[in-house]
């Protein structure tokens, strides 16, 4: 099989939509229809800190269905983290291939160069004490990185760490110039709707307001916004009893989690050892619902997401994470996938594990990584709407859905 190019694309798909049917389309306009496509994806929980709407197999298959041609998973330590670690892992997914030589994602700028300066700046030995001296105006940790940017580069460019995917761009830069890789760079513009944003009329629904059009039970209008693989699957899922997935309907077990953690548990999650944990430790004794926990240990200082990754690790039991991705797993391929793993049994510079026993035979960090994985993903399927479908031990059993 003949592909004269291989992009990669790190990704959530939660869940996939027209504007990510439109970043896999201008991938192929611009490098060539014959590119082939691999995608680093979050497994069951996402970098918010939040459930993933549908399980990991059901998002890789839509995926494939969609245009891409190999899924990988983005491990749980690095899709349930903050932008730079999330972008290192989907990165560190990519690079480990040994085939990838192009990365794409969307961009509310488009300015590919214009993120790679801002990645500099960010990487300068300067920028730590510039960010020291904001932060102790007393703004937020996002507005005192963006001033201290912008005496590096230009206000109006730093700007742009105002925006979600501009944001995780200039993270995917930092990456591969921590990493010393020379992978060319999409930064191809989003279209539609702003990442947290309800579409207006015409235009294409984010994934967020597709979330919430769920929530608020328009489920016609959420399933039209969605890729049509996506929505197809949906709907199977949706009758097997697996969606949609949302934190709340396991809200009871995530607080009863929470409170019997003592202040010390708190404390080893707050990896800026800010004080922040001493907040949602106190918050955990008297919250009777885990919006209600957010809302009373926010500060003006910490974004939610901060919040409730935190919340999240105290549930899955999250702690001390790894640096180095331990191996690729395959979540879905189609035949051109299937060539490109072929070529990955000589290029990969991590094991490949496309069933999950292999595991067994990888070294102590894998182990962990995925005995990680399969407690997680057996809390996770608490929150399916049907509890009969909530089996344990799935992770041992699911091996890549070849499509």
């Not at 996938?337 to 035979?361: C, D, F, I």
Request: aromatic share 6%; with cysteine; hydrophobic share 45%.
């Amino acid at each position: 099989m003949i592909f004269l190019r291989t992009a990669g694309i790190i990704t959530e798909y939660n869940p996939l939509h027209t504007g990510h049917l439109h970043l896999l389309e201008e991938v192929r306009r611009l490098l060539g229809a014959d590119t082939a496509v691999i995608c680093a994806m979050s497994g069951d929980f996402v970098q918010r800190g939040d459930f993933a709407l549908l399980r990991r197999q059901a998002r890789a298959a839509a995926a494939v269905r969609s245009g891409a041609d190999l899924v990988l998973e983005l491990p749980l330590p690095w899709a349930a983290a903050p932008a730079e670690r999330f972008a290192d892992g989907g990165v560190q997914v990519l690079l480990g291939t040994g085939v990838v030589d192009a990365l794409a994602f969307g961009s509310e700028c488009g300015d590919g160069a214009a993120l790679g300066r801002l990645a500099a700046a960010l990487l300068s030995p300067e920028f730590p004490g510039l960010l020291r001296e904001e932060l102790a105006r007393g703004d937020s940790f996002a507005a005192a990185r963006q001033r201290a940017a912008g005496r590096l580069t230009s206000p109006g460019e730093a700007a742009l760490l105002s925006r979600p995917n501009d944001t995780l761009g200039v993270e995917y830069r930092k990456a591969l110039l921590a990493r010393n890789a020379a992978l060319e760079v999409l930064a191809v513009p989003r279209r539609g709707a702003a990442h947290d944003q309800e579409a207006p009329p015409g235009q294409n629904a984010s994934a967020a307001a597709i979330r919430a059009l769920l929530r608020q039970g328009r489920r016609e209008e959420a399933l039209a916004a969605m890729a049509p693989a996506m929505a197809e699957i949906y709907r199977d899922e949706e009758a097997a009893g697996r969606a949609p997935v949302f934190l709340e309907t396991c809200e009871r077990a995530v607080l009863a989690r929470l409170r019997t953690l003592e202040e010390a548990d708190f404390a080893a999650l707050d990896q800026g050892r800010e004080g922040l944990y001493r907040r949602l430790y106190r918050a955990g004794r008297d919250a009777v619902s885990v919006e209600g926990l957010l809302a009373s240990a926010k500060t003006k200082r910490y974004p939610y997401a901060r919040l409730r990754r935190m919340v999240l690790w105290a549930y899955l039991g999250l702690r001390d994470f790894p640096e180095t991705v331990p191996y690729l797993r395959v979540l879905a391929a189609n035949e051109t996938g299937r060539a490109l793993l072929g070529r990955m049994r000589e290029t990969a510079s991590v094991p490949v594990l496309t069933k999950p026993a292999a595991v067994r035979s990888l070294g102590e960090d894998a182990r962990a990584v995925f005995s990680l994985e399969a407690r997680a993903a057996d809390l996770y399927a608490l929150a399916y709407p049907e509890l009969s479908a909530a089996g344990g031990g799935g992770l041992w059993r699911e091996g890549p859905v070849m499509i």
